[in-house]
């Protein structure tokens, strides 16, 4: 790797999350200092760096396009949290698909819109959810947790398409998606 020099590496993922002035957390389980222990007891290091990605050389990044969407944090080290720097915004994409460029992506909110419903239906506590959203500086966290209450009546979403159908929704609802 040391002849690859083209590749991105973790020290400029490392200078990015901090040039975004990403909530510490980022930086944290990135670095994989994490010490908080809600994060340790709900996630444990689920979330954490991309060493699938910055393992790679620069070849093999470049089937993510790299150069477009710089990855920030991954989450089970398949789903990939990413900075669009076209758009000036955030995506999120699993490492076993292909990417593809996109006309839109999220702002810091609309990104975890899904995490939010994925730590809901993971169990994790209302009050977990809300300080853990606040770690991540997600303003809306209340309002999102609220509208899987009222959309779902507090029972979750039973098909894929219900949970894809509200999460888009509730993207136009707090106009969380960027052009």
Known sequence: MENNKERATEAE????????KLPPIVLELFNGTCND???EL???????????ILELTKEQQDEYLIDRYKPILAYA????????????????????EDIVEKEECLTWDG?????I?????????DDDILYIGNLFGIKQTKQILE????????????TFE?????????IDQLNARIK
């Open 13 to 20: 993922i490392r200078k990015l999350i901090i040039d975004l």
């Open 37 to 39: 222990k809600v994060m």
């Open 42 to 52: 709900t996630f444990h290091k689920d979330y954490t760096i991309l060493y699938a």
């Open 77 to 96: 080290h398949s789903t990939i949290f990413a900075y669009d720097s076209k758009l000036k915004g955030f995506i999120v994409y699993n490492i076993e």
């Open 111 to 115: 990104l975890f819109i899904s995490e």
């Open 117 to 125: 419903l994925r730590w809901w239906e993971y169990e994790v506590s």
């Open 147 to 158: 509208s899987i209450y009222s959309i779902s009546d507090g029972k979750g979403f039973p």
């Open 162 to 170: 219900g949970a894809y159908k509200w999460e888009k929704t509730l």
